[in-house]
C-alpha cells in the first residue's frame, strides 16, 4: 500500500549538482505564487473596505434626502415607503457585510499568508546557502586532498621511502579519509535531507495554497448566500404590495387627519350666454327657472336676435322717410323760381301728391 501512495520520483532523486537550479527555480515559482494570491486578497479585501464605506455613505446621503425632500413635504407612508427603507437597510447591511467579508480576508488569510511567505523564503534561503557552504567546503577539501597527494609524490619521487616521505603518507591518508568520510556524509545523510526538508517545504506550500484559495471561495459563498437570503427576503416581500390598497390607505389617513368631516361637494358654475347687441336686455341663465325647457331657452335666447332685427328695419324706414322730406323740400324749391301761370297747376297737383303720400 505504502508503494502505490508513494512518488515514483522525489527530490532526492535530483541530488546531482546540475539538477539543483531546477529545485530551486521550482521553489521560488511556488513562493512567487504563494505571494501573488496574498496580494491579491491583500487588493480585494481593500476593494472591500473602500465599496463598503462608499456604500455607507451612499445611505446616509438618501435617507437624508428622504427625510428632507419627501418627509418634510408630505408624510409619505404605507409599503411603498416602508420598501424604500428596506432597500436602504438591505444597502446598509451590504456595507456591513462587505465589511465582515474584507476583515475576514485580511485576518484569516493576508497576515497568515503572508508570515508563511516570509518563513518560506527565509528557509529556502538557508537551504540555498546551506548546499552553497557544503559545496565550497567539498572543494576546499578535494584540494587540500590534491594538494597532499602532489606532495606526497613528489617527496616519493624526490627521497624515496625516508622518514618526510612517511610523514606526507600519513597527512595524505589522514585528509583523503576524513574528505571521503565527510563525502559520505554529505552525499548520503546531509544532501537527502536538505533535498527532502526543501520538498516537503514544497508540499507545505502546495497544500497552504490550496487551503487558501478554498477559504476564499468560502468565504464569498458564505457572503454570498447571506445576502442572497436577505435579498430574496426582501424580493418576496416587495412582490406582496397591492397599489390600489396603498392608494387607498393614503386617502384613509388623509380623512384622518382631516378630523373625519365630510368632504363638500363642488359646485360648477356654468358660463352663460352674453348678446353683443344689448346687454341689458340679455338673460342670463342664472335667472332661468331649474324648470325651463330647451324650446324655451332658444326662444329666449332667439329675443335679442328679433329685436336686433326690429331695431335696424325702424332706423332704415326712418332713413328713408328724410329723404323723402328732402326731395320734397327740393321740389318746393323749384316750384317757387318758376312763373305764376305754371305755379297753380302744380300747386294743386302738390296737395294731390301730400294727399297720396
Not at 435617507?63 to 446598509?92: F, V
Request: proline residues 4%; negative net charge.
Amino acid at each position: 500500500m505504502a508503494s502505490n501512495s508513494r512518488r515514483r520520483l522525489s527530490f532526492v532523486d535530483f541530488a546531482h549538482p546540475q539538477a539543483w537550479h531546477k529545485l530551486i527555480e521550482y521553489a521560488q515559482v511556488t513562493i512567487a505564487f504563494t505571494k501573488l494570491i496574498t496580494d491579491f486578497t491583500n487588493q480585494w479585501a481593500k476593494i472591500c473596505f473602500l465599496a463598503s464605506s462608499q456604500l455607507h455613505q451612499l445611505v446616509i446621503d438618501f435617507r437624508k434626502k428622504t427625510e428632507t425632500e419627501i418627509r418634510g413635504k408630505c408624510q409619505l407612508g404605507g409599503m411603498m415607503y416602508d420598501l424604500w427603507e428596506s432597500l436602504l437597510l438591505e444597502s446598509e447591511l451590504e456595507s456591513q457585510s462587505l465589511k465582515k467579508m474584507a476583515c475576514l480576508m485580511e485576518k484569516e488569510i493576508c497576515i497568515p499568508l503572508g508570515s508563511f511567505i516570509t518563513s518560506k523564503s527565509v528557509q529556502l534561503s538557508i537551504n540555498k546557502q546551506h548546499r552553497s557552504d557544503l559545496n565550497e567546503i567539498l572543494e576546499k577539501s578535494h584540494e587540500i586532498v590534491r594538494e597532499l597527494q602532489e606532495e606526497y609524490a613528489k617527496t616519493y619521487n624526490d627521497s624515496g621511502v625516508t622518514p618526510e616521505f612517511h610523514r606526507a603518507h600519513n597527512l595524505y591518508v589522514l585528509e583523503l579519509t576524513g574528505v571521503n568520510s565527510l563525502l559520505s556524509k554529505y552525499q548520503y545523510h546531509i544532501l537527502p535531507q536538505l533535498l527532502q526538508g526543501m520538498e516537503q517545504t514544497q508540499v507545505e506550500i502546495i497544500d497552504t495554497v490550496c487551503q487558501n484559495l478554498q477559504l476564499i471561495a468560502s468565504l464569498i459563498q458564505n457572503y454570498h448566500e447571506q445576502r442572497h437570503c436577505s435579498l430574496a427576503s426582501f424580493v418576496v416581500t416587495s412582490t406582496a404590495t397591492n397599489p390600489n390598497e396603498e392608494l387607498e390607505n393614503y386617502i384613509c389617513s388623509m380623512n384622518e387627519t382631516s378630523g373625519g368631516s365630510s368632504t363638500p361637494p363642488v359646485h360648477i358654475e356654468f358660463e352663460s350666454f352674453v348678446s353683443p347687441v344689448n346687454t341689458r336686455n340679455t338673460i342670463s341663465s342664472h335667472y332661468l327657472s331649474p324648470h325651463t325647457t330647451s324650446t324655451d331657452q332658444l326662444i329666449v335666447y332667439a329675443a335679442p336676435v328679433i329685436q336686433s332685427q326690429l331695431s335696424s328695419r325702424c332706423k332704415q324706414t326712418g332713413e328713408r322717410i328724410k329723404e323723402i322730406k328732402k326731395d320734397k323740400s327740393t321740389l318746393l324749391t323749384n316750384i317757387s323760381k318758376t312763373p305764376v301761370k305754371q305755379s297753380q297747376p302744380q300747386q294743386q297737383q302738390q296737395p294731390h301728391e301730400d294727399q297720396q303720400q
